[in-house]
């Protein structure tokens, strides 16, 4: 079984984002594996032990990107591949990080893709559906189990709050969401594994895509942080004093009424 990850490197959840000239600043900030490209790894890792095969991981991003590649090796993913195109494109968007994905996919012969419900930070959810779209592949997102039966998957799906169960035929991609598994901690020996294993990097030239086909189409007109929560009040009195007076800010201040 030839499977592969799609990984994003992302802000640590526990990290405050700071604005400076309307860019974030990345300097000194924790960057972490997309917690749901976790959930990815460890399935691909399961599904591989299974089944046998190999599990590649891909991101696409700068050198720093690599300790995370590294992190998803250690946790035995068997082979890591970063495509790097800071040096081609200025600005990149999940139509850009598609058509990279998915080109270099195009000739990997992938029984399985898998990737992350939604990126923590950009938050789009749409880069792994792009990529399955760009690759005319099935594909089923939100994942909370997965059955593989030769060419047949069976496929439980989270549909807020409800499940979906689909069967649907190989190759495929789905994007693990949160109660798909346990992903594991790397182990020492692990770690020490991670790096010796193979650890690629491709430049666009070496996928045959050029620049001017991975424009970005969203440009960012402004970045700003949300207005600090004011601190809430406690109103004082009787019930109907209260109500009253609730009533009158709901109408004068909030003006919701
Ligand atoms: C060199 C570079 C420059 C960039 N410049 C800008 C910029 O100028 N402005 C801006 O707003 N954003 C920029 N980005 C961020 C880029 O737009 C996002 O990475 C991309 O749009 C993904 O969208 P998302 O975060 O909404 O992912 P989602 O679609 O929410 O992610 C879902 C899943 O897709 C997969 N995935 C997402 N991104 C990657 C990736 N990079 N590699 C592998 N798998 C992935 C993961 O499995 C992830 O869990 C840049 C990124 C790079 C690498």
Redesign the pocket.
Known sequence: MNIFV???RTFDTEEAIQLENGEIQEDGAEFII?P??EY?VEEAIQKRDALGGEVTV?????EDADKELRTALAMGADKAVRIS??DD?E????V??SKV?ATYLKEQDADLIF?????I????????PRVAELLDMNYVTTITGLEIDGTTATVTRDVEGDTEVIEVALPLLV?AQQGLNEPRYPSLPGIMKAKKKPLEELELMDIDLDEDEIEAKIE?IERFLPEEKKAGRILEGDMSTQVSELVQLLRTEAKVI
């Open positions: 799609l990984l994003k997309n749901y490209d990815a891909v991101t696409v991003g700068p195109i800071e494109v600005d990149a968007d999940h850009t990080i994905l990737a992350g419900n939604v990126a930070d950009g938050g789009s959810g749409q880069v792994a994007t960012t």
